[in-house]
């Protein structure tokens, strides 16, 4: 079958490279993709948010199955608008993407369904949003309702900061549309892990369990990005708290999906924190994590057009989905600035050709005069394979240690909390 993946990040770049090696799939196209995914897709510059363009394209090549890899087009419904073309898509339908698009729809379908989380209090009024807070004391964390790139979260450690948090949101209206409702929850203390599944409106399969590093700085310090590095599997996740995030987090939100009139057809990603209570949930996304997906589907043993054509028509079963023995683990190169701000057009210095135990995945590159530039926050995200997380870790930090431009940024403890589970 022919397979189109949205988007042009790196884990687009990782989805189409594990796509291209299916035997499922004779061929992936990428839209819009980007210079470096052009050794696995056809990539083709059209606009996402285009819907009649993109099905358009879509009829006239003939294409099967959709991945759709950001929120965004899923939030905005492009699942909709293909499926409508009669093309088969993975990912969900706009009211499902709602379980990412809105932290209120997210946290009071959990509350509904009795899946463990954060408590919480929803506000449009800073007046009332601050009464609380002097209520409930610091720590505390504030969150914009809608999509905010993943910059609309304040962990803040004393009041003032979470005022001044609201202030932010909901006065100052620095998030646009998407922060004139705030969600402020209960601080959460624990280690974090990410679940992901492939889920077909009623069957979850659990992907291996795998950990980001979000903050900028080593040990954890500065402010949140999009994920630093990522490491998997991740012995956080113990069997007996796999099957506890399965029987009470992701086997319940899926069935609540389905009881509210909107299967979920898709990856499930549950961002846990594993409290001494067991985990709870920190929020759900739509999708596939960026750089989850970097560490993740490189173990991936099954035919991974084949597992997301069987979400799409109900079929999806375990035996599809196994994974191979060893680890993974990625480390971001991002820009100078970066989260801040982020740097364009420094030349990248290196081979960023992949190797049987290394692979170099483009998160925001572009080619220019015959070399590659960095083209956003985070540029390159550099994944090791081995035997075992040390291995891998080596792997992918002698690979990191080559490749080289202007103001490069990344974290030297990839994996490291690992380590106090392994001994
Ligand atoms: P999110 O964008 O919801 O993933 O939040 C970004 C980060 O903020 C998470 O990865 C956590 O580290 C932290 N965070 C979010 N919610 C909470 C919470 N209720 N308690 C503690 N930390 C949180
Ligand atoms: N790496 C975090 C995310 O994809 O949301």
Not at 181 to 207: C, H, K, N, R, Y
Not at 208 to 226: M, W
Not at 296 to 322: F, H, K, W, Y
Request: glycine share 10%.
């Amino acid at each position: 079958m022919k397979v189109c993946v949205i988007g042009g990040g790196g884990r687009e770049h990782t989805l189409a490279w594990k796509l291209a090696q299916s035997d499922s799939v004779t061929k992936v196209y990428a839209i819009p993709g980007s210079k470096a995914m052009e050794d696995v897709a056809e990539c083709v510059a059209i606009d996402w948010q285009d819907f009649a363009a993109v099905t358009k394209f879509l009829q006239k090549e003939a294409i099967d199955l959709v991945v759709i890899g950001p929120e965004a087009p899923l939030v905005a419904g492009l699942a909709d608008a293909v499926r409508a073309a009669g093309i088969a898509v993975f990912g969900p339908s706009k009211a499902a993407a709602q379980l990412e698009g809105s932290k209120v729809f997210a946290k009071d379908l959990m509350k509904k369904y009795d899946i463990p989380t954060a408590a919480y209090g929803v506000f449009d009024d800073a007046a009332k949003a601050k009464a609380f807070i002097d209520e409930t004391g610091a720590p505390i964390v504030i969150k914009a309702d809608g999509l905010a790139a993943g910059k609309g979260v304040a962990v803040a450690m004393t009041v003032e900061e979470a005022k001044a948090a609201v202030d932010d949101m909901l006065s100052a209206n620095r998030f646009g549309d998407a922060g004139h409702i705030v969600v402020i929850e209960e601080f959460m203390v624990g280690e974090e892990a990410s679940l992901l599944a492939f889920v077909d409106g009623t069957t979850v399969v659990p992907m291996i369990a795998s950990q980001d590093h979000k903050r900028i700085f080593d040990g954890d310090k500065g402010p949140n990005t999009g994920g630093m590095g990522t490491y998997a599997p991740a012995p956080v996740m113990t069997e007996a708290l796999l099957k506890e995030a399965y029987d009470k987090v992701l086997v319940p939100m899926v069935k609540a999906m389905k009881a509210e009139g909107m299967p979920y057809v898709g990856c499930l990603y549950a961002g846990l924190m594993i409290t001494p209570e067991g985990p709870k949930v920190v929020e759900f996304n739509v999708r596939f994590g960026d750089p989850e997906t970097q560490v993740v589907l490189p173990l991936l043993d099954g035919d991974l057009g084949e597992i997301m054509m069987a979400c799409e028509n109900g079929r999806l079963t375990e035996d599809m989905v196994s994974w191979r023995d060893g680890s993974a683990a990625c480390v971001i190169l991002a820009s100078a600035g970066y989260p801040e701000t982020s740097h364009k057009d420094d030349v990248i210095d290196g081979d960023l050709s992949f190797t049987e135990d290394t692979l170099v995945f483009h998160s925001g590159t572009s080619f220019k005069d015959g070399h590659y530039v960095t083209a956003g926050g985070r540029v390159l995200g550099i994944v090791g394979l081995g035997d075992d997380l040390q291995k891998a870790l080596d792997k992918a930090y002698e690979r990191v240690a080559k490749v080289r431009f202007e103001g490069r940024q990344y974290r030297k403890d990839i994996g490291q909390k690992a380590f106090a589970h392994l001994r």
